[in-house]
């Protein structure tokens, strides 16, 4: 997946932009660890009830030059791109999906387009 000026997680309607007022410091202060390449990477386990278990999990890969971005909904091991919205058995999943994007989007990270 190559970085975009705009992102969108499997089977959401919702697309996501960076914000024009993002720096590197807030990206640090919110949990994004950066990368040997010296871009920003954020991932957050969508299980509601225990951040250790197994579950699937909210990737966010933001450019070094805090311009483009990437985001995905991986199974544990983040190798495959999972659709959470189509199956309704997921609804605390995308409830804590909800939570971790409207964090992102108060703190001036990412904007909803």
Do not use: C, H, W
């Amino acid at each position: 997946m190559a970085f975009a000026a705009t992102a969108t997680v499997k089977g959401s309607t919702t697309t996501f932009a960076l914000s024009q007022n993002v720096k590197k410091y807030t990206l640090k202060d919110v949990g994004f660890v950066e990368t040997r390449g010296g871009n920003f990477q954020l991932e957050r386990p969508l299980d509601p009830n225990s951040p250790y278990n197994q579950a699937f999990k909210l990737k966010v890969t933001v450019a070094k030059d805090l311009k483009n971005l990437k985001m995905s909904i991986t199974t544990a091991n983040g190798l495959q791109a999972v659709d959470i919205f189509k199956q309704p058995a997921k609804t605390e999943q995308i409830t804590q999906f909800d939570f971790l994007i409207e964090n992102l989007v108060s703190r001036e990270i990412l904007i909803k387009k």
